[in-house]
T-cell receptor, first 112, second 109 residues
């Protein structure tokens, strides 16, 4: 079974802090994705990566950056956290061809 | 960009009842998927269905690509079916999905 893990289930940070969310997958998937989920808006794509050191902006990249130094790990970085970044963050991975995405359990981030 | 609309936004069922969830999309798509998010937040893929009909136990899905909609059928609902159901579409190759807002389903015993 594919396993996608995220570093924390719950996280509380202060405004202005730098925040790192980590995602690791164990199935050698080329594609990795970061989404945020907000009530009534579904999941919105922040960034995605098709290969190591490659990244592409999704629909809402402002205020975020990513890092993919190893194939299995995709990090989401909030350079200076703000209260409007309070949300559920979900990581996913998939094979390079059109395929189902496998999701991690999510990180619920609260920025105070 | 493409718009994905799901209906109804909320649904309450008595255990054993059947239901149909709908997903409309505004442009042609390469792929369509249905996901279930359980009450603990875990998203699981239910169907990968760009066209046609598929069945998996009590669940089935139909996509009519030419008319830009998909339906998810849940028969003999159980309390474990509760959660949020998402439809997601892929417009071009590369597996970049656009999600609908979801349907919140509550099944009462």
């Amino acid at each position: 079974d594919v396993k996608v893990t995220q570093s924390s289930r719950y996280l509380v940070k202060r405004t202005g802090e730098k925040v790192f969310l980590e995602c690791v997958q164990d199935m050698d998937h080329e594609n990795m994705f970061w989404y945020r989920q907000d009530p009534g808006l579904g999941l919105r794509l922040i960034y995605f990566s098709y290969d190591v050191k490659m990244k592409e902006k999704g629909d809402i990249p402002e205020g975020y950056s990513v890092s993919r130094e190893k194939k299995e790990r995709f990090s989401l970085i909030l350079e200076s956290a703000s209260t409007n970044q309070t949300s559920m963050y979900l990581c996913a991975s998939s094979l390079p061809v059109t395929d189902t995405q496998y999701f991690g359990p999510g990180t619920r981030l609260t920025v105070l | 960009g493409i718009q994905v609309e799901q209906s109804p936004p909320d649904l309450i069922l008595q255990e054993g009842a059947n239901s149909t969830l709908r997903c409309n999309f505004s442009d042609s798509v390469n792929n369509l998927q249905w996901f279930h998010q359980n009450p603990w937040g875990q998203l699981i893929n239910l169907f990968y269905i760009p066209s046609g009909t598929k069945q998996n136990g009590r669940l089935s899905a139909t996509t009519v690509a030419t008319e830009r909609y998909s339906l998810l059928y849940i028969s003999s609902s159980q309390t474990t079916d509760s959660g949020v159901y998402f439809c997601a579409v892929e417009q071009r190759y590369g597996n970049k999905l656009v999600f609908g807002a979801g349907t919140i389903l509550r099944v009462k015993s």
